[in-house]
């Protein structure tokens, strides 16, 4: 009887963890096998103003830095996690495919990612150029996301680097995202086409 609650209560935590993993998406694709898990995209870093102003406002609006997403893909038995990143620059910047991501973990220790980005796009609705850089999560930074928080993010465009701040909560999303698409890993099969 007295080994009954402390029982409940673990079920209860796991639970209340199972409830907090936000996945977007686990799906095979039907034409090549490929499943992919995605976490729903979080805010990264802080809230920017755009370059549009309103009639008649003092103020500018304002956008946020970036979102981000973790996820996980499986091809013909090659697995890969991977950080996806959508940030607003200012102006628009060259990035090549090369290691120009950089994660500086809470403990000092610096994580280097594969960026493949995409070209930069023109909103015409914010006046800001938006960018999507996919970073491929070795396994051994995969370890490292999992124990550890993100305290800032840097990213190298040709001539110009961005440097995006995590408050706590973010750092906290990042890490959760990461436990969520392993968590997902560990409790399902993978889904039919």
């Known amino acids: 009887m007295k080994y009954i609650l402390p029982m409940f209560l673990l079920l209860a935590l796991g639970f209340t963890a199972n409830a907090q993993c936000k996945i977007a998406l686990d799906k095979i694709d039907e034409f090549d096998s490929t499943r992919l898990i995605a976490t729903k995209p979080f805010n990264i870093g802080y809230l920017v103003a755009t370059g549009n102003v309103a009639e008649g406002f003092d103020g500018k609006e304002s956008v946020e830095e970036g979102k981000a997403i973790f996820s996980f893909g499986n091809e013909n038995n090659i697995r890969s996690f991977f950080l996806t990143l959508a940030v607003v620059e200012r102006k628009f910047y060259m990035c090549d495919a090369e290691y120009n991501v950089h994660l500086k973990m809470k403990d000092g220790q610096i994580l280097t990612l594969l960026n493949v980005p995409e070209e930069g796009e023109f909103d015409r609705k914010i006046m800001m150029w938006k960018y999507v850089h996919t970073c491929v999560v070795p396994l ?41 698409v392993e968590e997902r890993l560990k409790t399902t099969s993978t889904p039919k086409p």
Not at 145 to 174: F, M, P
């Open 140 to 180: 051994e930074y995969f370890h490292a996301l999992r124990n550890g928080l993100v305290e800032k993010i840097r990213i190298e465009y040709t001539n110009y680097k961005q440097t995006i701040v995590l408050e706590d909560k973010q750092a906290q999303a990042l890490q959760d995202a990461v436990k969520c």
